[in-house]
């Protein structure tokens, strides 16, 4: 019973290509977000929906666009790849409307290399 | 600017061993303060977290951590740690934004090594 799951789990890629990766949440949560982690491991947050509405979006390139077709799921696109995007990147999801205290559960990441 | 500081980059103790974490963070006021653990090629786990009450918090895996407002610190601790606990340690805040507005800062980690 995977919690927050994110496919595909690798993705390698030529630059200047558009790819998406997909996450999934079964825990009934209204938000989700979108973090980034460098080479360096430094975890920084990308864009959080809450009811399929976009609430942050944090100075991120018109190149990665999300979409949240239902509360369940957040997508990640990102068009024209570079070799900057390399990262792995999380999903994560937290229960609902609640504010900053509560948890946010993480997906296990997808590991993107950008050639 | 709220900001973690994480000032151990890589720790290494000895099994059975004591650990302290440190964890600074700067931002006007108490925010909320988590930390999480990633295993190798994993995602991130809540160990535990704070917004009130008692300054000691108990989280999985035998871990605590002690909220100090004096010092701006959340540092985690553990009494005596165990070889599975080698991993990557983040401290979070979560800044007071209102409604559903919610994200985590996250320090750069501490990478804790645990000799046999």
């Known amino acids: 019973d995977t919690a927050v799951s994110q496919t595909p789990k690798y993705l390698v890629t030529q630059m200047g290509n558009d790819k998406s990766i997909k996450c999934e949440q079964n825990l009934g949560h209204d938000t989700m977000y979108w973090y980034k982690q460098d080479s360096k491991k430094f975890l920084k947050i990308m864009f959080s929906?809450?009811?399929?509405?976009?609430?942050i979006n944090e100075t991120v390139p018109n190149r990665f666009s999300p979409k949240s077709p239902d509360k369940a799921h957040l997508n990640l696109h990102i068009n024209s790849l570079e070799l900057g995007d390399s990262a792995v990147y999380f999903c994560?999801?937290?229960?609902?409307?609640?504010?900053?205290?509560?948890?946010?559960?993480f997906g296990p990441g997808t590991r993107l290399l950008v050639l | 600017a709220q900001s973690v500081t994480q000032p151990d980059i890589h720790i290494t103790v000895s099994e059975g061993a004591s650990l302290e974490l440190r964890c600074n963070y700067s931002?006007?006021?108490?925010?909320?303060l988590f930390w999480y653990v990633q295993s190798p090629g994993q995602g991130l786990q809540l160990l535990l977290k704070y917004f009130s009450g008692d300054t000691l918090v108990q989280g999985i895996k035998g871990f605590e951590a002690e909220f100090k407002r004096s010092q701006s610190s959340f540092n985690l601790r553990k009494p005596s740690v165990h070889w599975s606990d080698a991993a990557e340690y983040f401290c979070a805040v979560a800044p007071l934004l209102g409604g559903a507005t919610n994200k985590l800062i996250f320090g750069t980690g501490t990478l804790l090594a645990v000799q046999p």
């Open positions: 994560a999801s937290s229960p609902p409307a609640a504010g900053a205290q509560e948890t946010q559960y």
């Open positions: 929906y809450n009811n399929k509405e976009l609430i």
């Open positions: 931002y006007g006021a108490t925010p909320y």
